[in-house]
C-alpha cells in the first residue's frame, strides 16, 4: 500500500471517507479538535511523518474558556482570535511522501 492509500484508509479509519481535497479543519464538515488530535498521533507514528513543524491551533484554533477573561488565563487555556486555516487530504498525503510536515 502506498503512502497516499494509508493516509486515506487512515481518515476513513477516524472520520470518514473524504475526496483529496477536502479540509479536516474548515467548512460545514470540519472535524472536531479532540478528534483531530488522535488522529494526528497515529497519523505521525504509523506513517513515520516528523510534524516538528506542525502547528496544531493554526488549523484547530483554541476557543478559550468563555466565561473568563484571557488575562488571567495561561497562554495555552487563551482564545485565538484567527480563522482556522484549510488543512486538506493532499496536505495530509505530500507530507506523508515527505516524511515531514511541510505546511
Known amino acids: 500500500m502506498n503512502k497516499a492509500e494509508s ?3 487512515l481518515i ?9 481535497d477536502a479540509s479536516l479543519s474548515t467548512g460545514k464538515n470540519g472535524v472536531l479538535p479532540e478528534e483531530a488530535n488522535d488522529f494526528f498521533e497515529e497519523y505521525a507514528e504509523s506513517l513515520h511523518v516528523d510534524m ?3 502547528y496544531f491551533r493554526k488549523y484547530f484554533p483554541n ?3 468563555r466565561f ?3 488575562a488571567i488565563l495561561p497562554k495555552y487555556m487563551q482564545t485565538d482570535h484567527h480563522q482556522p486555516a484549510p488543512l486538506t487530504v493532499e496536505m495530509l498525503i505530500e507530507s506523508a ?4 510536515w511541510l505546511y
Open 97 to 100: 511522501v515527505a516524511g515531514r
Open 68 to 70: 473568563l477573561p484571557g
Open 63 to 65: 476557543e478559550g474558556v
Open 7 to 9: 493516509v486515506r484508509r
Open 12 to 20: 476513513a479509519e477516524y472520520f470518514w471517507d473524504m475526496p483529496d
Open 52 to 54: 516538528s513543524a506542525f
